[in-house]
């Protein structure tokens, strides 16, 4: 009997995708930035998360162009069922998790030798998020390292 293999549900996904700007006027986002984790700031534009940072949504894809200097494209947001492979160490289903160390923009994340996704996954540890909860639902049997994370 073939094993079921939990992924995407796409449509929850492609339902909280919004268009938005990323980053700052000195730091440029590019699709090397595809899947990694952002937060908004004040002045509305999403960037990177820092380490320990709560994950408000993933880059989704990026424009070739800017708009007002800055970057632009579109970003899965935090929202009921919506979920995103990662990359971690040592975490068990049901854990909640906050960003890793991330590269810096433009530059591969480099977790790229997920079967289904070209661009790689971003790197999350255990946390104690209070605003932007994600947690742990499923680890993939053929890559310990890879989970699939879904908002609550």
Same mark, same amino acid.
């Given at each position: ?8 549900v ?20 590019s ?41 632009y ?14 990359? @971690?160490?040592?975490?068990? $289903?049901?854990?909640? *998790? ?6 810096? %923009?433009? /530059? ?18 255990? @946390?104690?998020?209070?605003? $932007?909860?994600?947690? *742990? ?6 890559? %310990?390292? /890879? ?6």
């Open positions: 009997m073939a094993k079921h293999i939990l992924s995407i796409e449509k929850h996904n492609l339902r909280n995708t919004v268009t938005s700007t990323f980053g700052t006027l000195k730091s440029k986002f699709n090397n930035d595809h899947n990694k984790a952002v937060k908004r700031t004040s002045s509305n534009a999403m960037v990177l998360c820092e380490e320990g940072d709560e994950i408000e949504g993933f880059v989704d894809s990026i424009e070739p162009g800017t708009l007002d200097g800055l970057s494209g579109a970003c899965v947001c935090h929202a009921p069922l919506v979920r995103m492979f990662v990359t @971690g160490q040592d975490l068990s $289903f049901g854990d909640y *998790v906050v960003c890793g160390a991330q590269t810096e %923009p433009s /530059v591969s994340n480099g977790n790229d030798d997920f079967l289904l996704n070209k661009y790689g996954t971003t790197v999350v540890k255990k @946390g104690s998020p209070t605003n $932007f909860k994600w947690r *742990v639902i499923a680890s993939d049997a053929r890559n %310990p390292n /890879v989970y699939l994370i879904e908002a609550v």
